[in-house]
């Protein structure tokens, strides 16, 4: 059993989270609870829980506080995040920590429960990596090894060539990320697999690394088509496990002393690993690694604009609003056009798609009848961008989660695109609303949509614009709303600006029109047949 503590400062959230999950039957304990960050630090180093689930809000010390805390003695602490909707960015920072995961409050079964069953993967994963470092008898060959790769110290070099017999015209490290789902056997398997086909026929020596195996390789791999036939051998040896495989291989050196340098490049390119684009070895020389790609998180490619994510929001928004799968899957190659070229890494580019997905979905919940829906849909998909191995897996997880929540919204409407165009504009007056971005997301040209536009409603567009908000400021107004509020209501930041167009379409000012209609509704009708 793997051991949980679960810490809010709502106890009936503590005390439904213990209650409503039948924790055993997923391989889990609640050996405690925490109702403060501060309580929370104290349980830690008293229980050593495997997996902490901690809100990430809370009076005094912040789940994030007790999450950099934790880390500084426990780097490799497993923590699930709770949060309101309202917290995403707090959310997202905290899963920019390598968090394992986010859920959204108020907490559903089935998420919590599918996110216990892939760290319980994640958990046996890591046990089975300590059982096989710690029992198995290349252990020491590994350890000579890692003396090649890490150790500076001078003459470790020659001292290892000459205990490994390490007399080879070239050395070429290739490393191999693997991730698959638990199984105690399958990782020894795996490598005595790999060692058969390597270290006993004298082609390289098969070691252990942080998230997978690497080949000290006599063989060179210097070109694509090797890459791909290195790739596919190393497929059909692990075949018969369900694995996904990553793999990247540093520049061939002449000898053992450089031998770091080539892993090092390997290690910089399978930092990469989320841009990879096809299943093969990637090469050292392919594309930008390390510190570049570091540096382009932070800054971005020289020479690439920062992109604006509200925008991008924006247009996801009116996509998803009209329900058109065509209009989503154009904003999302957007999106990959823009957001990738900018960020770079793996971290960035997810958070900065969570972020557009947040701020349109956001938009959605608040003009939408669907809102449960949107919302479990929202959850999900933000979780499911943190767990996503390549940016294509990425890609098709994003299509295929809003083409459901279009469905769910009734979506895949037939209706000719002025009709979708008219109903938009209608259901979202205050919107910062121009022809050339709905030209856009409908795929049209705006000069042509406009005269479309024109006929099919007898309006320049910026006029019919104009009425509707004017009618829906009617409406506000007659509500009882002041003027300054129904102007930013109806997409006028200026209020003398909204105030000469009301005047203009209306006939008199917003003031005037408010006062008549609250002198017209405050008339009392005649009395019948009072006696005077």
């Given at each position: 059993m793997y051991k949980v503590l679960l810490v809010d400062?709502?106890?009936?959230?503590?005390e439904g989270l213990t209650t409503i999950i039948e924790w055993e039957k997923y391989g889990f304990q609640v050996i405690g609870t925490a109702a403060s960050g501060r309580e929370a630090l104290s349980r830690f180093e008293e229980l050593e829980p495997d997996l902490t689930i901690i809100d990430i809000r809370m009076?005094?010390?912040?789940?994030?506080?007790?999450?950099?805390?934790?880390?500084?003695?426990?780097?490799?602490?497993?923590?699930?995040?709770?949060?309101?909707?309202?917290?995403?960015d707090y959310a997202k920072k905290a899963i920019s920590y390598g968090v394992d995961g986010y859920l959204l409050k108020p907490v559903d079964e089935e998420e919590i429960i599918g996110e216990l069953e892939r760290l319980a993967t994640v958990l046996t994963q890591e046990r089975e990596t300590l059982a096989r470092l710690a029992g198995e008898d290349t252990a020491y060959r590994e350890h000579q090894i890692e003396a090649l790769l890490f150790d500076s110290l001078e003459g470790a070099g020659s001292m290892e060539e000459d205990s490994l017999g390490l007399h080879w015209p070239h050395y070429q490290i290739v490393l191999i990320e693997i991730h698959a789902a638990p199984d105690l056997q399958r990782g020894s398997g795996m490598k005595r697999k790999l060692i058969e086909a390597f270290d006993h026929k004298d082609r390289g020596i098969v070691f252990s690394f942080h998230s997978g195996l690497g080949l000290l390789s006599?063989?060179?791999?210097?070109?694509?088509?090797?890459?791909?036939?290195?790739?596919?051998?190393?497929?059909?040896?692990?075949?018969?496990?369900?694995?996904?495989?990553?793999?990247?291989?540093?520049?061939?050196v002449h000898s053992t002393a450089e031998i770091a340098q080539s892993y090092t490049q390997a290690n910089n390119v399978l930092g990469?690993?989320?841009?990879?684009?096809?299943?093969?070895?990637?090469?050292w020389n392919e594309g930008e690694t390390g510190e570049v790609a570091s540096e382009a998180g932070v800054e971005g490619v020289a020479?690439?604009?920062?992109?604006?994510?509200?925008?991008?929001?924006?247009?996801?928004?009116?996509?998803?609003?009209?329900?058109?799968s065509d209009s989503v899957m154009r904003v999302l190659g957007e999106m990959e056009d823009r957001l990738v070229p900018y960020h770079r890494t793996e971290q960035a580019i997810k958070s900065a798609f969570s972020q557009v997905f947040s701020l349109a979905i956001n938009k959605l919940v608040a003009t939408n009848q669907h809102t449960?829906?949107?919302m479990q849909e929202h959850s999900v998909l933000i979780n499911e961008v943190y767990h996503q191995f390549t940016l294509s897996d990425l890609k098709v997880m994003t299509a295929e989660h809003l083409n459901r929540l279009i469905q769910r919204m009734g979506g895949g409407s037939k209706d000719t695109v002025l009709k979708q165009m008219i109903e938009f504009?209608?259901?979202?007056?205050?919107?910062?609303?121009?022809?050339?971005?709905?030209?856009?997301?409908?795929?049209?040209?705006?000069?042509?949509?406009?005269?479309?536009?024109?006929?099919?409603?007898?309006?320049?567009?910026?006029?019919?614009?104009?009425?509707?908000?004017?009618?829906?400021?009617?409406?506000?107004?007659?509500?009882?709303?002041?003027?300054h509020q129904v102007s930013a209501r109806v997409g006028y930041a200026n209020v003398d600006y909204f105030h000469g167009k009301?005047?203009?379409?209306?006939?008199?000012?917003?003031?005037?029109?408010?006062?008549?209609r609250f002198l017209s509704q405050s008339k009392e009708p005649a009395g019948n047949g009072e006696e005077e």
């Open positions: 400062d709502e106890p009936s959230i503590r009076p005094g010390m912040t789940g994030l506080e007790v999450i950099k805390e934790v880390r500084r003695n426990h780097p490799s602490s497993h923590f699930l995040i709770l949060s309101g909707y309202a917290d995403f006599k063989e060179m791999t210097t070109s694509e088509s090797s890459a791909r036939n290195l790739y596919d051998e190393l497929e059909g040896l692990l075949g018969e496990w369900d694995i996904h495989m990553y793999g990247a291989a540093g520049e061939p990469e690993r989320f841009l990879f684009t096809e299943r093969r070895i990637i090469l020479g690439t604009p920062e992109p604006d994510e509200a925008e991008l929001a924006d247009k996801l928004y009116y996509a998803l609003d009209i329900r058109s449960q829906s949107i504009i209608q259901r979202n007056p205050g919107e910062n609303l121009k022809l050339e971005v709905l030209a856009e997301v409908f795929n049209y040209n705006s000069s042509y949509l406009g005269k479309l536009f024109k006929n099919h409603t007898g309006e320049y567009f910026n006029v019919f614009l104009d009425k509707v908000r004017m009618d829906k400021a009617k409406e506000l107004l007659d509500e009882g709303l002041k003027v009301f005047k203009k379409y209306v006939g008199e000012s917003p003031s005037a029109y408010k006062q008549a």
